[in-house]
């Protein structure tokens, strides 16, 4: 079993940042992908970034490419996304998520184990 706890949300104004955090424990050493998965109010899943931690290969969906960075410290089993010139549509509660085998950001519904989210909110 693998526990994952996000921090780091908040409210922010258009253009501003905010870096995600992401704690892994239990199993960790069992995961191959991590990633961070957003949901918005009446949207659905929404895939943003995924590391896949064998070989560090890094996908971000195309809404986000440019401005926001996934990153990983294997000293401390926790999971980053720093988020710049975030917009009004980034607003959604982020999920950090992990599974033991190849998850993709396409396909939110296959990934094992998530956190409880940290909402994200920014103002025009």
């Known amino acids: 079993q693998v526990h994952l706890v996000e921090s780091g949300g908040g409210s922010v104004q258009a253009g501003g940042s905010l870096r995600l955090s992401c704690a892994a424990s239990g199993s960790s050493y069992s995961i191959y992908s991590m990633g961070w998965i957003r949901q918005a109010p009446g949207k659905e899943r929404e895939g943003v970034a995924t590391?896949?931690?064998?070989?560090?290969?890094?996908y971000y969906a195309d809404s986000v490419k440019g401005r926001f960075t996934i990153s990983r410290d294997n000293a401390k089993n926790t999971l980053y996304l720093q988020m710049n010139s975030l917009k009004p549509e980034d607003t959604a509660r982020y999920y950090c998520?992990?599974?033991?085998?190849?998850?993709?950001?396409?396909?939110?519904?296959?990934?094992?184990?998530w956190g409880q989210g940290t909402q994200v909110t920014v103002s025009s």
């Open positions: 590391l896949y931690t064998g070989d560090s290969i890094i």
């Open positions: 998520a992990s599974c033991t085998g190849i998850c993709t950001i396409s396909r939110p519904g296959d990934w094992a184990y």
